[in-house]
């Protein structure tokens, strides 16, 4: 059963810097990309960026100069940095497992496993 | 960046119902890689749909995906109570996934 447990800071002063990890079980764990994603309180989804087993990262460029992903798979854990937080940050933020290749329907499978949501609020 | 437009906004429904929720991105959007998900307060989106019409694991038959290029559609046959949530639709075809802004099914 994959489970994705998440953990860190819920708040922060602007200009401090966020740090969540992500706890995963999973036998597969090398076998996807795993995402983060922040949602801002009653608003939408917004992609964070994904990292591999391998460490090889992909970020959403509008976060890109602030936001750093990195993966310990000894521990299969997932960690999140982003620095110089504002208000604009505050926001439900989650893991996530994928994308992963879908061998059964030969396609990408994209978020189905989600951690909990770690609630970040910036205020000073 | 693919922009992902979600209508209606909102869709007052009663349960049995047949629920239709449409997403149109700007661009094709590649290989069908694109997926809806249900989202309700309190818990973190559920897959629903990917690859435009494949249902993830344990998503009831009353769930179903269609389209392809730059418009899709997710439509619930039969609403039942719990049901009733906010959906979102994601392409995940490019460098830059992105989220439509949600379709609220809200009972009427």
């Known amino acids: 059963q994959v489970q994705l447990q998440q953990w860190g800071a819920g708040l922060l002063k602007p200009s401090e810097t966020l740090s969540l990890t992500c706890a995963v079980e999973?036998?597969?764990?090398?076998?996807?990309?795993w995402t983060w994603i922040r949602q801002p309180p009653g608003k939408g989804l917004e992609w964070i960026g994904e990292?591999?087993?391998?460490?090889?990262?992909n970020y959403n460029p509008s976060l890109k100069s602030r936001v750093t992903l990195f993966v310990d798979k000894s521990k299969k854990h997932l960690s999140l940095n982003l620095t110089s937080m504002t208000a604009a940050d505050t926001a439900l933020y989650y893991c996530?497992?994928?994308?992963?290749?879908?061998?059964?329907?030969?396609?990408?499978?994209?978020?189905?496993?989600w951690g909990q949501g770690i609630l970040v609020t910036v205020s000073s | 960046e693919i922009v992902l437009t979600q209508s209606p906004g909102t869709l007052s429904l009663s349960p049995g119902d047949r629920a239709t929720l449409s997403c149109r991105a700007s661009?094709?959007?590649?290989?069908?890689?694109f997926a809806w998900y249900q989202q309700i307060p309190g818990q973190p989106p559920r897959l629903l749909i990917y690859?435009?019409?494949n249902r993830a694991t344990g998503i009831p038959d009353r769930f179903g995906g269609s389209g392809s290029g730059t418009d899709f559609t997710l439509t619930i046959t039969r609403l039942e109570p719990e049901d009733f949530a906010v959906y979102y639709c994601q392409q995940y075809a490019s460098s830059l996934p992105t989220f439509g802004q949600g379709t609220k099914v809200e009972i009427k």
């Open positions: 996530a497992r994928g994308p992963g290749y879908d061998h059964v329907w030969g396609t990408y499978r994209p978020l189905d496993h």
């Open positions: 661009q094709s959007v590649s290989n069908n890689y």
């Open positions: 990292i591999n087993h391998l460490g090889s990262a």
């Open positions: 690859g435009a019409s």
């Open positions: 999973d036998d597969s764990f090398s076998g996807y990309f």
